[in-house]
C-alpha cells in the first residue's frame, strides 16, 4: 500500500550522561503533512563530538533530500547511497580532530514511498516495523514484521553461535559496533537497505537509538504498541516509562503510525463532526438526517399540553346532552 502517515512523536533524555550525543529529524511541510522521511543517529567520539557526527548526518540527509527529491522510480539504493555520500562529505569537513580516534555515528532511516517504506541502517541504532493487530503473544505472535539486524561484536557473536541470547545480554563488550559513518575518505562504512512493502493501515516504525533498548525488550515494545486502549501520545509515554527504570545512556526514539492522517482543528469547523474518533478528541454526536433536535424535545411537549388544556376548556362550555342528541338525530335511521 502507499503509505500515509498519522502522526510522528519523538523522545529525546540525556540518561545519566553529561551531554546529548543523539539526534534525530522529522519535519512537516507547509499544509501539515510530514516529509516522508525519519531520520535518527546515535554519535560517538567523546564530549561534543559525537554530538556533532549525529547532527551533521541528520542535517546533511535532509538537506540533500529535501534538495533532490525523486521521482517515484528513482527511489532505490543508487539515490541512498549518494545521500550517504553527501553526509560523508559534510562530515569530513567537520572533522578538525587530528587524532586516529575520529568521531562517528551511528544511523537509521526510514523513507517512504508508493512501493512501501525503505529501511536503511549503519550501526546499532534499530527500525522496527511493528503490526499491532497481530499481536498474539499465546501464540508467540508479537507482530514484529522486521527489526534491523546491528552492525556489532555481541551480535556477530550470536550470528556464529558463540554467545547465547541471555550470555549477550551482559556481555561486558555490547556497546562495541562494527560499523559507523566515521570522516575517512574512501573507507565508508556500507549500509543495509530493505525495502518493506507489506504496510497496513494501524502499523508502527519504530526507530531508536541503543539507549531505549537498555530496559526496552521487543516483546514490552510491541506489547505497548498493541494497546488499543491507549493513543499514540499514551503509547509514546508508556515506552518512555521503561526507560526510566534505569537507562544510563542517551536515549532518543521516533514512533511513526500509519494511516489516515489525524484531523486539526481548523479542518473541523467545515467538515461534518464524525462519531468515532481515534485522535484523542472528544466524540461528537452525528445528526442523523429526519430525526428532530434534542433541544426541540422540551418545546413540543408545551405545545401539546397547551392545545390539550384548550379543548378541554372549550368544551366545559357547551351542553353535551345537546350534542349528543344533535348527534343521534343526525345518524338514527329514518322513521324511527
Same mark, same amino acid.
Given at each position: ?7 510522528? +512523536? ?9 551531554? #546529548? ?13 510530514? @516529509? ?24 546533511? +540527509? ?11 522510480? &528513482?527511489?532505490? &539504493?543508487?539515490?541512498? %547511497?549518494?545521500?550517504? =555520500? ?7 569537513? @567537520? ?59 555481541? %551480535? ?6 558463540? +554467545? ?25 562504512? @556500507? ?8 504496510? #497496513? ?17 521487543? =516483546? ?50 467545515? @467538515? ?22 434534542? %433541544?426541540?424535545?422540551?418545546? +413540543? ?17 357547551? %351542553?353535551?346532552? &345537546? ?14
Amino acid at each position: 500500500m502507499k503509505a500515509e502517515i498519522r502522526n510522528v +512523536l519523538s523522545f529525546s533524555n540525556i540518561g545519566e550522561r553529561t551531554n #546529548q550525543e543523539d539526534s534525530c529529524y522529522f519535519g512537516q511541510l507547509s499544509n501539515g503533512s510530514y @516529509k516522508p522521511y525519519f531520520i535518527l543517529c546515535d554519535g560517538m567520539g567523546g564530549h561534543d563530538n559525537g554530538e556533532v557526527a549525529s547532527s551533521t548526518v541528520c542535517e546533511a +540527509l535532509s538537506t540533500y533530500f529535501d534538495n533532490n527529491v525523486p521521482q517515484e522510480d &528513482e527511489i532505490n &539504493e543508487d539515490y541512498f %547511497n549518494n545521500a550517504l =555520500e553527501y553526509a560523508y562529505e559534510k562530515l569530513h569537513e @567537520k572533522d578538525t580532530n587530528s587524532s586516529s580516534k575520529k568521531m562517528g555515528t551511528t544511523l537509521t532511516c526510514v523513507y517512504l514511498c508508493n512501493r512501501g517504506a525503505w529501511c536503511f541502517h549503519i550501526g546499532d541504532s534499530r527500525i522496527y516495523h511493528i503490526r499491532p493487530c497481530e499481536y498474539r503473544p499465546e501464540t508467540h505472535s508479537i507482530g514484529l514484521k522486521f527489526q534491523t539486524q546491528d552492525h556489532s561484536l555481541v %551480535n556477530s557473536l550470536l550470528k556464529a553461535g558463540e +554467545l547465547t541470547e541471555q550470555e549477550a545480554l551482559t556481555y561486558p563488550h555490547k556497546n562495541v559496533i562494527t560499523r559507523a559513518m566515521q570522516p575517512k575518505r574512501g573507507e565508508h562504512a @556500507k549500509a543495509d537497505y530493505r525495502l518493506e512493502k507489506d504496510l #497496513q493501515s494501524g502499523d508502527f516504525f519504530f526507530l531508536c537509538s541503543d539507549g531505549v533498548l537498555e530496559q526496552l525488550s521487543n =516483546e514490552e515494545l510491541c506489547g505497548i504498541l498493541a494497546d488499543d486502549k491507549t493513543d499514540d501520545e499514551g503509547k509514546l509515554s508508556a515506552i518512555e516509562e521503561v526507560c526510566k527504570r534505569g537507562t544510563k545512556d542517551n536515549h532518543t526514539c521516533i514512533l511513526v503510525s500509519l494511516g489516515p492522517a489525524q484531523k486539526h482543528a481548523d479542518d473541523l469547523k467545515t @467538515k461534518p463532526a464524525k462519531s468515532l474518533r481515534r485522535d484523542g478528541r472528544k466524540r461528537q454526536r452525528r445528526r442523523v438526517p429526519g430525526n428532530m433536535p434534542d %433541544n426541540m424535545m422540551p418545546w +413540543l411537549v408545551v405545545a401539546i399540553v397547551a392545545i390539550l388544556l384548550f379543548l378541554v376548556l372549550w368544551l366545559a362550555k357547551i %351542553n353535551i346532552s &345537546e350534542v349528543a342528541g344533535n348527534v343521534w338525530d343526525w345518524i338514527k335511521p329514518d322513521g324511527k
